[in-house]
Each structure stands twice: as C-alpha cells, then as structure tokens.
C-alpha cells in the first residue's frame, strides 16, 4: 500500500510513484510531522528523491521524502519570462524573492526556493512554464539543528550591521552519503563547512576554516564560504568553494572530521574583488572537468578542474581588483545569471536578471 505521506504535491495518482522513494522515509529515520520553515536559503538533492533544505533563519536543515512520479523531464527545456510576477500571481503575494533552484537529477523536475511576501516555500516546476506550491506537512521528513549556529540578533560593526544567522546555511551538498554544510558558527572563528551524518544524528560543531584572502592581503577566518562543490581531484575528495571578493579555496573532505578546531583552506585563485560569488556546479565535457561559478559582478566564470590538485598556493596579496593563480574565462552568453544547477548531461537551467531587474528561468545549453 502506498503510503498517503509520502505524496507532497496536491493529489498524486499512486501509479508510477518511485518505490525507491517511498521506501526512503523507512529506512532514514523519517516520519510525517509538521515543517516549520523560517526561511529557505538553499537547496539539494540527496538519495531517493530526498529534498535537503537548508533554513538560515532556523539553523537548522530540512530533509525531505518528495516522492512524485516525474520521469523523463531531463530534455524538456523550461522558458519562464518575468518568473518574479508569474510566482506572485501564483501564490497571490506582492513581494517574491528566488533564494535558489534545484533540479532533481533522477527526473529532471525542478524546484524553487521562494520567499512570498517573507513566507518560505518549496515551489515546483511543472510543465515548461507552470507552478505548484509543496506541502511539506505530507511528507516523511527530519531535521538537523546547527547547535553552534550564531545568535539570531543585528550586531553593529561601525557604519555596518548585519545579522550573523542569516548565513549559519549558505549552501549544502550530498557528497558519499553525508551532507556538507557551509556558513557561520558561533565561535571567535566563525567561518565553518560542516560533515552531517544522514540518517541525522547528534551532530558534532562545525570545524572551523582558515583561508588566505589575497585581495585583502591576509588570513581570514570568519567569512562565510558563500558556494562550493564536493568533487574528486586526483583522487583526493575535496570541496572547492568561493568567497566574498573572490578568492577560490580548496579544503580535503577528510579534514573536515579531523579532531583539530580548524581547518586550512588552500587558495588557488583570486577572481576579483567587489564581488559576491552566487553559484557553483560542475560538469564534464570532452572527457575534461569544470567548474562553473556565477557572480554578482564578474559574470560567469567557466574554471577547469585540470590542475587544480597541485595549483600553487597563493600567499601574497593581489590589489587593485586584479585576479591571479588558477585560470578560468568568462562565458559571456550566461551573463546575468544568479542561480543554476545541472539539467541533464548538456544542459543548464538558470535563472537571469536582465538590466532592468526582470527575471526569467530558462534551460541552456552548458558552455
């Protein structure tokens, strides 16, 4: 018998429902009970159509048996023009904002991270150009709570405030069966990248990271890493990731549980500064690895992985906005982009802003 939980999206025929997903919630420790998002910062997918969500202003991530019966969608291109006054329409709010999209890599479905007059919701794609809201309350689902995250309170630092909390989840990823988490503890060293077990369990603090920022021409150790990919290099599993203003790091997945209070993050690359990297994924093409970065204000940077094992560390300072060590080149037909993920083996689904702040959702080919 199917199991009435496990359907999230309205009323979902019973046929075709991935069995592999209903059984996913039996074996992980999930169960149906109430979701209580405060926000929803970012997104990915585990196994078996298992939705991770990661909710800053709660500190805590969300994971999330989906199950549909979505097959097949991997070549269907999507063209949502003027998404931001689609979604309003939708879900009858005033102010939409996107805070990220993912698409699911077993059926090619995607999602939407959406803020609704400051409501958090899951959003599907349905079709090429239709929406529908998830209710998360009828889905198998658990919970991890980033004890060590920072106090929800505005902290003033001169001429600037900001709110610490907002980035304890700056972005999450599924790498051999543990999800990593980046952003910000509660600690001297605030800068974090955590290993989650999952199934969750009591979860140990999130191991502080020690980077060199070239543009600022010094150790730093309380910046949040804003994007990263789990990816193997020379066989070595290693999390590449970008920070504010831009240097690109790397950091072995086997320091991350080591025993020590911190971590020494390698930089490879200094990519600019006055800017805030967005988005990363990677791909392959021609039997080469890359990696695409999106950016506030450099554009889309395409980054071979070649090399990136024993690239050079930089530790001397790079100023006046210049870039140095790892190359990469800018793709110029992605400008604009804010959020991306993988759709299928050749294409792209981004959302872009044009110059005058209209926002569209659109499947490309990758670069």
Known sequence: MICRACLCVGVLASIGISSVTLRAHEYRGMEKQNVDLKSATTLVFGPDDILFIGDSKAATVFAVAIGHSDVGLHDQSIQIDDVLAKLAAHTKAEDVAVQDLVVNPRTGTAYLAVHADQKPLIVKVTGKSNFEVLDLQQCPSSSAVLNDAPEDKVIQKGRRSRNPRADSITDLAFFENKLLVSGLRDAVASSTVRELNFPFSDQERGVGVQIYHAAHGREEDTAAMRTFVPLVIDGEPTIVGAYVCTPLVKIPVKELSSEGESVGATTVAELGN?????????????????????????????????????????????????????????????????????????????????????????TVPLP
């Open 274 to 362: 006055r800017n805030r990297p967005l988005d990363m994924v990677s791909y392959e093409q021609d039997g080469k690895g890359y990696l695409l970065l999106s950016n506030s204000a450099r554009g889309v940077m395409k980054i071979p992985t070649d090399g990136l094992g024993d690239a050079p560390e930089l530790a001397e300072p790079v100023r006046g906005g210049g870039t140095a060590g790892h190359s990469y080149e800018t793709v110029e037909l992605l400008d604009g982009v804010l959020e991306m993920d993988r759709q299928g083996e050749n294409s792209l689904l981004v959302l872009l802003q044009d110059d005058k702040g209209l926002q569209r959702l659109q």
